[in-house]
């Protein structure tokens, strides 16, 4: 325990840095459009994760549950999502359910007790991956042109990619928001157990303490985007159904997107005949 | 017909007691150049934004008169079509990019007006900018000059008549700076653009503007062609605009008599090669102090730096540096952007580890020391200072180390240090709302609270309007007396020139030179392939003589003399 603590402390800061951080956000985001995933139309991918983000909530067959949780698997592998984004989902899901799932082996529960937990597990592992292929595989931008495409609006589909125009900006500030108080700061000593608690609740206090300029610094910034969105005509376009048209047109549905709807369609129903037959 | 009309215009800001604009006639006509000069605060930024619209249709106010553009009254007209009238590239340009995308950016306000052939349109403004072979790259990727650039696509995708630009050059070094004015140039020439610019440096107006207008409490003072322009030279100071150096050793020059009172002043170099010919070059005897090497303070021993990317190979910026600072030593640390300026304090400062090599201060190796501890020893001051606010006052902020440390009589300290650097008047702002120089002046002040032996600044003078730049070096060499060791990284070379006993420069991730002012300076071949620029008097006395080495006005006066049969 004691071990674990200084490694935590240590590394709060230090190895979980705001750098890497910002790197992995921009690998995630702009990293892999080279990648199958990436190339697809966004409408059909989208279409593709309404399926798998929806139904494997209504059933609950085993069988078909693993096979739409390797099909996930294999397009999460086609993404190349970044690293810290499949750790997330591995904490994710076992603090979901994961842990109940061992708890209930270590204390004897039966195979009856762990049944309906792996069934919720498969699930929540199925819809997760997903998700992350479809939002981590395809960039922001089409991403964005995809949701338009059914309806959402506007606004919300710009604030999808602004967010990750911004997010690099942001976080270098607080990464130099955090510097100040690290370097200008005084933490508790940390060679003691009680230390090192004393640092690891400072060092998160710091974290929270360094919004507040952040806030501060990003509202100053803001103005002039404001101003400039309104002279690039980022209101014009939002009322002017042409500019729909023309974002819209660069998108088109190719034999690559046939090819993964029809592969998909039919794993799937080779999954189904499967459960039925087992 | 004028590209710009301004009848009796009047503003004033909601909730501001005066207005900012107070009876404004002007006419620019169209293919003009023109600069715009005036104090802080004496209206330049406001007058530009009636001219896009901005005011009255996004902000309010009390506005009176009328702005004409192209023959179109700006208050019958809206924001939308007047922008594809008027293009504008803002003072803090990074803002006003908002796609993440290269071509994305250039033609978003493209699309955004429905232009069928929307991207085509980016690319042309691209390629008219200068940065063709870039459409695919991320924004972040690109330098400060290039985002500049791309701000400018921006507006220019639109194709405009007229283009503002507030302070474009206020961030970049010399090199993307003269890029930046070579486009302009090639826009109002070729392409026949109305440009205007919000300028301070006196030397890019002498070299590129047509035309200058001179701003005084929200009236038109004048405008007059650049070369009569810059010969008011007394009446340019007192507005806190510093005319080309040349000029000002012209007008010195002629207030000793030694220029007839009649002539004309130069303002390029050009010019007075043929004013200043009669000059020879007999230095004063010059005191050479070889600088005390005794104890190194801060060391590199073959350091290699790698940066992580998002695509491909980590980025290499350091290629084995070896470097030894001494005590009590002045150092500037040159550079181009990128070359690992800013790599060298992060890795001072324990913030960035070195992938191999050794960094030791004070003799240790500071491996395996955290920031926190070095703090005591090393101290940065960062190149924005908005990010060291990190209290709701200047006087918070600069007692925050020595309050959390414990450091006896803190509060004397705090109030000393609030005196030494006038800030005792704004103790409680918060920093972000001060000025400029007041905030660089609160980040020097915060930098210095815990006497460190070693004092890093990042870019003290960037961004700086060329008075408060002033004020600020003033602030420097006030401080020299109080601190020890300090390095500057920064692109400002009369800043280099005025103040640093020791010059390091980087290149290409390795030093590849380091010495005295003279010895930097006077290798000519090493300032061309670094894209040093120095200072404008230094590179006219050079043109004089090749062995004169002046830095400042005063030393051209004092080092040249009327030849005897001149």
């Known amino acids: 325990m004691d071990k674990l603590m200084t490694k935590l402390s240590e590394n709060i800061l230090d190895k979980f840095s705001m750098d890497f951080l910002r790197n992995q956000v ?78 209930t082996l270590l204390f004897g529960g039966d195979t009856t007790a762990i049944l309906p937990l792996l069934l919720l597990t498969l699930k929540v592992a199925t819809v997760s991956l997903a998700s992350i292929t479809v939002f981590s595989g395809l960039d922001p931008d089409r991403l964005s042109i995809g949701l338009m495409w059914y309806g959402c609006p506007e606004q919300f589909s ?22 100040s108080y690290r370097l200008r700061g005084n933490p508790p000593a940390h060679e003691t157990f009680k230390g090192k608690v004393q640092y690891l609740i400072y060092q998160v206090k710091i974290i929270i303490h360094a919004f507040y300029p952040l806030m501060l610094n990003t509202a100053k910034r803001s103005r002039t985007t404001v101003e400039a969105l309104e002279l690039r005509g980022y209101r014009y376009a939002a009322s002017n159904p042409q500019v729909r048209k023309i974002k819209f047109s660069a998108l088109n549905i190719t034999h690559r997107d046939m090819l993964f709807a029809a592969v998909s369609f039919l794993w799937v129903a080779v999954t189904m005949l499967l459960a039925s037959i087992l | 017909m004028n590209a710009i009309e301004i009848r009796q215009l009047t503003y004033t800001y909601p909730g501001a007691e005066r207005p900012i604009l107070n009876g404004i006639d002007l006419d620019v006509e169209k293919g003009d150049f023109l600069a715009i000069v005036g104090n802080n605060g004496c209206g330049k930024s406001t007058l530009c934004k009636t001219l896009n619209g901005l005011i009255p249709h996004f902000i309010s106010g009390e506005f009176g008169g009328s702005v004409c553009i192209g023959g179109q009254n700006t208050l019958e007209t809206d924001v939308g079509q007047l922008a594809q009238t008027v293009g504008y590239v803002y003072q803090d340009f990074e803002n006003q990019i908002v796609r993440p995308t290269v071509l994305d950016d250039a033609s978003y306000a493209c699309l955004n007006y429905a232009y069928q052939d929307y991207e085509q349109r980016g690319r042309q403004a691209l390629a008219l900018c200068g940065l063709q072979g870039k459409e695919l790259d991320y924004v972040w990727q690109l330098s400060g000059g290039q985002t500049h650039l791309l701000a400018l696509a921006g507006a220019v995708s639109l194709g405009p008549d007229i283009l503002i630009l507030d302070e474009p050059i206020a961030q970049l070094d010399p090199g993307h700076a003269d890029a930046i004015y070579e486009v302009l140039k090639e ?50 100071q007192a507005c806190n605009i510093f005319p080309p150096q040349i000029t000002v050793a012209g007008f010195a020059l002629q207030q000793q008599g030694r220029l007839p009172k009649t002539a004309q002043l130069p303002t390029t170099i050009e010019q007075a090669k043929d004013c200043f010919s009669q000059l020879q070059y007999r230095p004063q005897a010059e005191m050479n102090d070889k600088p005390n090497r005794q104890e190194a303070v801060a060391e590199f021993k073959e350091v290699w730096v790698g940066y992580r990317s998002v695509k491909g190979e980590p980025r290499r910026i350091f290629n084995g540096v070896n470097l030894t600072l001494y005590r009590g030593e002045k150092i500037a640390l040159i550079g181009s952007n990128g070359a690992g300026k800013s790599t060298t304090m992060k890795l001072l400062t324990g913030l960035l580890r070195p992938a191999q090599g050794e960094v030791l201060i004070g003799g240790q190796n500071i491996k395996h020391k955290k920031a926190e501890e070095l703090s005591r020893q090393i101290s940065l001051v960062y190149q924005n200072p908005e990010q060291m606010f990190i209290k709701d006052s200047i006087r918070g902020d600069i007692a925050y180390a020595m309050q959390v440390r414990g450091v006896a009589d803190w509060q004397q300290r705090t109030e000393q240090l609030l005196q030494q650097f006038q800030l005792t008047e704004l103790a409680e702002r918060d920093g972000r ?21 070693i004092l890093l600044l990042d870019e003290p003078t960037a961004n700086l309007d060329i008075a408060t730049r002033k004020e600020i070096m003033k602030t420097l060499n006030n401080m020299k007396q109080i601190t020890e060791t300090v390095m500057i990284a920064t692109h400002d070379m009369q800043l280099v020139c005025d103040w640093a006993e020791r010059i390091i420069v980087l290149y290409g991730g390795e030093v590849v030179a380091d010495g005295t002012r003279d010895e930097i300076f006077g290798n000519i071949p090493l ?40």
């Not at chain 2, 090749?546 to 400042?552: F, G, P, R, S, V």
Request: hydrophobic share 50%; proline share 3%; charged share 15%.
């Open chain 1, 26 to 103: 921009l690998k995630n985001a702009y990293g892999n459009d080279h990648t199958l995933i990436a190339k697809l139309d966004p409408r059909v991918l989208l279409a593709w994760y309404v399926f798998f983000g929806l139904v494997p909530w209504f059933v609950n067959d085993t069988v078909f549950l693993f096979g739409c949780f390797a099909l996930v698997t294999i397009t999460t592998l086609l993404a190349q999502v970044a690293g810290l984004v499949l750790f997330l989902f591995g904490l994710g899901v076992f603090s979901q359910t994961g842990y109940l799932f061992l708890a």
């Open chain 1, 158 to 179: 710009f604030s999808v990619s602004y967010a990750y125009r911004m997010l690099p900006l942001l976080m270098e500030e607080f990464q130099n928001v955090l510097l």
């Open chain 2, 187 to 236: 826009l109002n020439q070729k392409h026949g653009k109305t440009i205007v610019v919000i300028e301070h440096h006196t030397e890019y107006i002498a070299n590129y503007c047509r035309n200058v207008l001179l701003l005084k409490d929200g009236k038109v003072e004048w405008k007059l062609p650049t070369q009569q322009a810059l010969q008011r030279v007394e009446e340019l």
């Open chain 2, 433 to 453: 709302l001060m000025s400029g120089g007041q905030m660089r002046r609160a980040s020097l002040a915060i930098g210095v609270a815990l006497e460190p032996s």
């Open chain 2, 527 to 566: 300032c061309q392939k670094v894209g040093i620029r120095p200072p404008e008097i230094f590179a006219m006395a050079q043109q004089l003589d090749a062995k004169a080495l002046c830095y400042t006005v005063e030393s051209f006066l004092n080092d040249f003399k009327e030849s005897d049969h001149g």
